[in-house]
Each structure stands twice: as structure tokens, then as C-alpha cells.
């Protein structure tokens, strides 16, 4: 049990210690390119970086994560945005960056997230806190690094669909 908890409490110290690192299409042009960031700026995109925490004594790697909004009216959200992969060896959890610009109708949004190895992804979870002024969000896919597709094509509102808030997507 001792064990358990000291996982717990390195992976809570990684993340509070993690830097974030967040630019917009609008800020591109005075961002300075660091190691470990996705500088593509081209399109409508935006960027957040969390480099990985070294010593804390857990098998770490970095996740690519592009985060898809359907090009449907009013599909953009306010709400806080966070995912959970789901994997072989566990899971993790983070709190996407939602600046003013993230998660808008028809953008891509792409995060790189030093986070705790969770093996072979299984599935995402990805949700909202259903707050801010429009928290209705139509996602419509997300992938993981290169091969990991999740494709999900619906409404994460409690005024459409099912009512909720957050989907679980098997990997395809």
C-alpha cells in the first residue's frame, strides 16, 4: 500500500511541477521555439506543452495529443476540458489547457504532455465541467500520438444527445 501511495503522491508532485507552456495562433509570431514543444502554428491550432519531470521515480514519456472540434454551429466550449488515458499499465489524468482561443468551432488544438507511462492506450475519456457561458462542446475526434485514433462525432452537453458531459472512446 506504501507503494501505491508514493505513485500517487510523485504523479500529483509531477504534474504541480510541470511548466505549461501555452500559445495561440495570435501569439505565434512572438513565441520562441523550446525543446519538446509542437510548433505548428499553420491553420487554426493551438499549442500547450507540459515538458516531462525527471526523478521522480516513475516510467514517464510524452503523449501527442490533438484534440479535434466539429465544424458545427456553436460546437466550440467554455468549459474546462480535461482527458484520462486509459492503458495497459493504469491511467492518467490531465486538465487540458482552455485559454480564450481553445476548443472553438472547426480548430484543432494540440497538446504535448509529459505525463506517467500508462502502456498501450486503451481508451480516453474526455470531458467538460459544464461551465462558462456555451459548455455545450460537439467533439469530433481525438488522436494520441500517431496511431491512436478516437473518434467520436457528438455532442458533450447536457441540452443534446444523452445529456452528458463526457464520453468513453475505445481506441480503433
Avoid at 495497459?88 to 472547426?106: A, I, P
Wanted: net charge positive; proline share 3%; with cysteine.
Amino acid at each position: 500500500m506504501k507503494m501505491r501511495i508514493g505513485r500517487v503522491v510523485a504523479g500529483t508532485m509531477a504534474l504541480a511541477a510541470a511548466t505549461i507552456m501555452a500559445t495561440s495562433e495570435s501569439a505565434a509570431a512572438s513565441v520562441t521555439p523550446r525543446i519538446g514543444s509542437d510548433h505548428t502554428y499553420s491553420g487554426r491550432q493551438n499549442t500547450q506543452s507540459v515538458p516531462l519531470h525527471k526523478g521522480i521515480g516513475v516510467a514517464q514519456r510524452q503523449y501527442r495529443i490533438a484534440v479535434y472540434t466539429g465544424n458545427k454551429e456553436d460546437a466550440g466550449t467554455d468549459a474546462n476540458v480535461s482527458i484520462t488515458i486509459n492503458g495497459t499499465r493504469g491511467f492518467v489524468k490531465h486538465k487540458l489547457d482552455n485559454s480564450e482561443n481553445n476548443f472553438e468551432s472547426g480548430k484543432t488544438d494540440r497538446f504535448t504532455l509529459g505525463l506517467r507511462d500508462v502502456g498501450r492506450i486503451k481508451s480516453i475519456t474526455i470531458r467538460h465541467d459544464n461551465s462558462g457561458k456555451k459548455p455545450g462542446w460537439y467533439l469530433k475526434r481525438v488522436t494520441i500520438d500517431v496511431n491512436a485514433k478516437f473518434p467520436c462525432n457528438r455532442w458533450l452537453a447536457t441540452d443534446e444527445d444523452d445529456g452528458n458531459t463526457w464520453v468513453n472512446i475505445p481506441r480503433r
